[in-house]
């Protein structure tokens, strides 16, 4: 607290103090001082005595009364005489002991005051330095600052933020890395397709000539394995040129349940179940391009059973509300896990460990890009010997998306 704002404080304090005395004279004090020095009532007072006098002479019967009422009206008129004498030093002791009840109260109200305002200040302060780290670029900020009021949540805005920066940098720092791979990837197909076509239209013509069945079957058998480039070739210009996402607002809920049931036989040793979320879950995503995502994560999911000797696996999805104005889909198998020596680079284009021939390790690549293009993520949950689970997260309104 600054000095201007102490001493408009405390001259408010003080002009509250003066009101109070003020109004304490006026409607109780002063009216009661002035009700036991009126002039009226000490002689009505002596007029009692007088008559009780009287009455005691004329009443000897009842003198010994009328004489105990004389003493106590007497005594009650030595009173009113002694606090008409000490009318000033009585109230000023009574105003000096009212002004000390109320610079008591104003001390206490004070120092709870400067104590509030101390702790206030420093919760301004936490504030601007955490503003100033935010502002450095510091990722992942806790101010600790969980109270209701406008403070506490300004420190939980900053706090999102910082996160929701954390999480922008990674993504710009991933498309900025996978635009220089699907750059590769197009100089790649590019200059594969030239010879790979010409070697294609030489063997035809080297078909045509032969006349025995040993050399033709060598030919299809290069055939075949230039099939295969070609192929390799395609997924090549694929990630080189993913499209872009056109959202919608769909239920997520109900979204899920469709593929589930369109591609309930596609994998002969999975079984697909969705469990169908309570409410419906507004999404902002490409029907067409959440379904590649899901394609893909399921044939992921069949390698990985197959390859590790299961008869039939399980795969899970589950959609909710992930906070933040977004919505989560988890799809989760039951398979033997992703490997620990890639489960850190599980997103990096050509990062697999399948066996030569078997795949190029683009497709986690190009469903991460597919979430991010979005306005979403694709992120690895878990990952053990009890299976493998990932997360899509989709924000709720187009405008998000767009973003």
Sequence with gaps: MNLRSAVVTLCGMLLAAAAVLWLFDREISGPWFRLGVQPEITSELERSMTDQKALARFDPQHRDLYHARFEATEALLNHFRILEHNRTGIRRRWEMILLAAVLAVLAVAGGLHLLRQGRLDARLERLRLALIALSDGQEDLEIGDRRRDVIGRIAGMIEDTSRAMARDRKRLSYLKNLSGWQET???????????????????????????????????????????????????????????????????????????????????????????????????????????????????????????????????????????????????????????????????????????????????????????????????????????????????????????
């Design 185 to 403: 990837a197009r100089r790649h197909a590019h200059e594969i397709r030239t010879p790979l076509t010409a070697a294609r239209l030489e063997l035809t013509r080297l078909e045509r000539l032969l006349d025995s069945e040993e050399p033709r079957q060598v030919a299809r058998s290069v055939g075949e394995e230039l099939e295969r480039l070609g192929r390799f070739t395609q997924q090549f210009t694929s990630f080189a040129r993913l499209p872009q996402p056109r959202p919608q607002v769909h239920d997520l809920g109900r979204v899920v349940e469709e593929f589930v049931t369109t591609f309930a036989a596609a994998w002969p040793d999975l079984d697909l179940r969705f469990e169908t979320p309570d409410q419906p879950l507004p999404a902002a995503l490409d029907r067409d391009m959440l379904r590649q995502v899901l394609v893909n994560l399921c044939d992921n999911s069949s390698l990985a059973i197959r390859a590790a000797g299961e008869e039939r696996g399980t795969v899970t999805l589950r959609a909710g509300e992930a906070g933040s104005g977004s919505v989560y889909l988890d799809v989760a198998d039951d398979g033997p896990g992703i490997a620990p020596e890639i489960r850190s680079r599980v997103f990096e284009p050509y990062a697999t460990t399948r066996r030569v021939g078997e795949g190029m390790g683009l497709g986690l690549a190009i469903c991460k890009k597919i979430l991010l293009d979005h306005g979403g993520d694709l992120e690895l949950r878990s990952s053990s010997g009890a299976g493998t689970t990932f997360r899509l997260t989709f924000p709720r309104r187009v405008e998000d998306a767009a973003a």
